[in-house]
């Protein structure tokens, strides 16, 4: 039984228009729309059978890309790249049948799993509750140059590119390689109706003679400017629109998916009603720039789409830390020009228009009269005027996305934050966050939480040694208490030691996209911790008794990239507390808001 369905190319004379078929559409890359799902009796076979496999739980990035393998969004693939394949994109953007493939697609695990695999033997692929949703048919196993990937894929081997980082430190280093047969597609609970697989939005363009269609991608809100100039494109193609945003991984830090599918959906009723449509795609970003862009014009073409809207900077993760552009604005347009007629679908240029105050209303900039003043809001405007509760103007966005986005993004005084205290035993990190509490308490609006080290070693990880390996999962484990507190609007204050640098970042980065985080260094110099000494534990240290203790047989890293810096010999418990709420009171976090009614 063959594990590859198709959709067959049509025939123009066989396949007439009015008869069901779906003539009129634009060919699947590669001629044919995979369909990897096999049926009922062959599915119930696959899960028998695993109990003597070996699994796989799949990330949420691999979930993404087994999803538009499975439904066809990544014809004409037919499962995970094996070696050839992955050498010929990097170096050619072709598959190595020479077919138009712009970014590798690895099925990447650990070595520990690689090891029980052979060649000729099958792995179950599984989501994060075990659910087996595929089969793959080990045909390779490999150690991709993830150096190399890097360098041609994105153009670079820096970590400050997202994509880069994701691979040079989260991929595991062994790729495996072979054909898939699905048994499900990844479930979904959110917004189902919306979650067309490229077959059934094929079948939907066919029913409403759908002939043109321009897809405009996006991983933001939509605000009158995007309404504006996709409406134009899709005038001057004389196509439909597909709204088409990203919903699988995007760019870190970017609003929510639900929050944007929300703006979406508010923003529908004020556009044509028969010639308009909103569909999700379950893809996850690597922002790749322009390879990426290419990928997202194959995408929409299995998808039915004849023209895909490219705009300056498509997928680019933006800029490196000392501010150059990974790409050229418009790297992304000039190679999709480039190939063109292989891809099969005609680019549409992303037009920049702008809000022309006299005459209420958005032009593109080569149409914007002479000396007219013009008004616009950056990205970082608009996050700025989210987090302090300004107004969004209603000639930006529509008041319902305002709304929306109101919703999500409360003024920092309403939102949750986490005042992390790092520093030495002894320094005062628990007497200062004692007194926070109170003072936080005493406010009232929000719930407070208390994460001292102590309570948090008694309570949490009462398993865990003082090896480097075992605190830095205690403080994970703070991290990941605090990161819920504070994305559901409450207060965590955290008074652990953090010795280690690298994990009081990951933790700064775990909580940020939920709200406030502050990290007050408690600098109390070492010998004056070890003077006041309360519990004896320096005095062990000493003699040998307590082992791995921070400070004495054990590193402290400094932060420096404290907010706030606190010195115990020149403040009392009380005046650092209230030195750390005058701080949040600056930032906007505590104290109100002037501007509300």
């Not at 109990?51 to 990544?74: A, I, K, V, Y």
């Not at 020479?98 to 099958?122: H, N, Y």
Request: aromatic share 6%.
């Amino acid at each position: 039984m063959s594990n590859v369905s198709v959709f067959p190319v049509p025939h123009p004379e066989r396949d007439r228009p009015g008869d069901g078929a779906m003539s009129h559409l634009i060919a699947p890359h590669g001629g044919e729309l995979i369909d990897l799902l096999v049926d009922a009796d062959r599915a119930a076979e696959l899960k028998a059978a695993s109990r003597d496999w070996c699994s796989w739980d799949l990330t949420p990035r691999q979930l993404c890309d087994l999803e538009l393998l499975l439904n066809g969004g990544f014809s004409p693939l037919t499962g995970f790249m094996k070696k050839a394949d992955h050498d010929s994109v990097c170096e050619r953007m072709r598959l190595a049948d020479g077919t138009l493939w712009p970014i590798p697609t690895l099925l990447d695990v650990t070595p520990q799993v690689a090891e029980t695999l052979r060649v000729g033997g099958r792995l179950a692929l599984r989501d994060p509750e075990g659910v087996m949703l595929a089969t793959l048919h080990v045909e390779e196993i490999w150690e991709p140059d993830r150096q190399a990937s890097a360098q041609a894929t994105f153009g670079t081997t820096s970590s400050d590119h997202p994509g880069v980082a994701h691979l040079l430190h989260k991929s595991n280093s062994v790729a495996v390689g072979g054909r898939l047969e699905g048994l499900q597609l990844p479930i979904h609970y959110d917004f189902r109706s919306l979650r067309q697989t490229p077959a059934e939005l094929r079948a939907e363009f066919s029913r409403e003679g759908w002939r043109r269609v321009v897809a405009f991608q996006t991983r933001n809100p939509m605000h009158r400017a995007h309404c504006e100039l996709t409406l134009r494109a899709a005038k001057e193609v004389r196509a439909n629109l597909l709204i088409h945003p990203t919903v699988g991984m995007t760019k870190p830090g970017d609003i929510d998916h639900y929050t944007r599918v929300r703006c979406y959906q508010a923003v529908l009723p004020r556009l044509p009603q028969h010639t308009v449509k909103l569909s999700l795609l379950p893809l996850a970003m690597r922002m790749a720039g322009p390879r990426e862009a290419m990928l997202h014009a194959l995408i929409r073409k299995n998808y039915g789409c004849t023209h895909f809207i490219v705009g300056r900077d498509h997928a680019s993760p933006g800029k490196d830390s000392q501010g150059k552009p990974f790409y050229g604005p418009y790297d992304a347009q000039e190679l999709l020009q480039k190939h063109q007629d292989d891809l099969g679908v005609e680019m549409v240029p992303f037009k920049m228009v702008s809000y022309v105050e006299e005459l209420d209303t958005y032009l593109p900039q080569d149409e914007i009269p002479p000396g007219a003043r013009t008004l616009d809001i950056s990205g970082t405007e608009l996050r700025r005027r989210l987090q302090e509760g300004r107004e969004l103007p209603a000639w930006f966005t529509f008041p319902e996305v305002a709304d929306e986005l109101r919703r999500t993004h409360p003024p920092r005084h309403k939102q949750g934050l986490t005042v992390f205290l790092t520093g030495l035993s002894g320094a005062g990190k628990s007497t200062i966050a004692s007194v926070l509490l109170v003072k936080f308490m005493e406010t009232g609006g929000r719930p407070v939480t208390l994460l001292d080290g102590d309570i948090v070693r008694k309570n949490l990880s009462s398993e865990l040694n003082f090896s480097k390996e075992h605190r830095d999962i205690n403080i994970r484990r703070i991290g990941f208490v605090a990161s819920e507190i504070t994305k559901n609007g409450g207060i965590a204050i955290c008074a652990p030691i953090a010795p280690y640098d690298s994990v009081r970042k990951e933790v700064r980065q775990a909580i940020e996209p939920g709200g406030g985080f502050m990290l007050v260094f408690v600098a109390t110099p070492l010998d004056v911790c070890e003077e006041r000494d309360r519990k004896g534990l320096y005095a062990k240290a000493r003699a040998g008794i307590l082992k791995e203790f921070t400070g004495i047989s054990d590193p402290y890293e400094d932060p420096t990239d404290a907010d706030l810096v606190i010195d115990t010999t020149k403040l009392s418990p009380e005046e650092a507390a209230q030195e750390i709420l005058l701080y949040l009171e600056r930032e906007g976090y505590v104290g109100g808001n002037l501007e509300e009614k």
